[in-house]
T-cell receptor, first 113, second 115 residues
């Protein structure tokens, strides 16, 4: 079954600290993997999009990695800020029949002062 | 200037009523989508239109009917609302198809509460 699982479910860190969020998927075949940030009460905003041939991609303090062999991705946030408090969602594009994006449930991150 | 805008932002209504949510994008994108986010925060695609043509129609009750008068607008009409329809509905758009790593741009969401 094509699934996207994220861990941890929630995370609390202090401002200025780094953190890493994990995404494991069983989607096959897949062609790209995305990370979205969703602030409370807002729509998701794209952070990174990686094709299956890419290993890493950065967007400011956000760095995503992808290991297509082990079907794992991570999102690393450096020097966290209060505004990083949000839900981070991993999304994998299923490239088989009935092509579609398969969404994870997200990791809820709280950055405290 | 908002890229993807939805109205209304909040909608509270009684069971059995009919309601519509409107969406407009000014990004010049060819593809628009409706997503439903339930209480567990899980985002699920409902419909996708490319240049006014329906290309994705997931298994949703036929009480939900999308309408795309032009490629910049995608509206969602819901008949005979049920309690389980309570959710946040997101409109989104993309230039390229999502299979070509097209980036999705989301609206702010429309929170529907059915009493």
């Amino acid at each position: 079954k094509n699934q996207v699982e994220q861990s941890p479910q929630s995370l609390i860190i202090l401002e200025g600290k780094n953190c890493t969020l994990q995404c494991n998927y069983t989607v096959s075949p897949f062609s790209n993997l995305r990370w979205y940030k969703q602030d409370t009460g807002r729509g998701p905003v794209s952070l990174t999009i990686m094709t299956f041939s890419e290993n890493t991609k950065s967007n400011g303090r956000y760095t995503a990695t992808l290991d297509a062999d082990t079907k794992q991705s991570s999102l690393h946030i450096t020097a966290s800020q209060l505004s990083d408090s949000a839900s981070y969602i991993c999304v994998v594009y299923y490239a088989g029949n009935n092509r579609k994006l398969i969404w994870g449930l997200g990791t809820s991150l709280a950055v405290n002062p | 200037d908002t890229a993807v805008s939805q109205t209304p932002k909040y909608l509270v209504t009684q069971m059995g009523n009919d309601k519509s949510i409107k969406c407009e994008q000014n990004l010049g994108h060819d593809t628009m989508y409706w997503y439903k986010q339930d209480s567990k925060k899980f985002l699920k695609i409902m419909f996708s239109y490319n240049n006014k043509e329906l290309i994705i129609n997931e298994t949703v009750p036929n009480r939900f009917s999308p309408k795309s008068p032009d490629k910049a607008h995608l509206n969602l009409h819901i008949n005979s609302l049920e309690l389980g329809d309570s959710a946040v509905y997101f409109c989104a758009s993309s230039q390229a198809g999502i299979g070509r790593a097209g980036e999705l741009f989301f609206g702010e969401g429309s929170r529907l509460t059915v009493l």
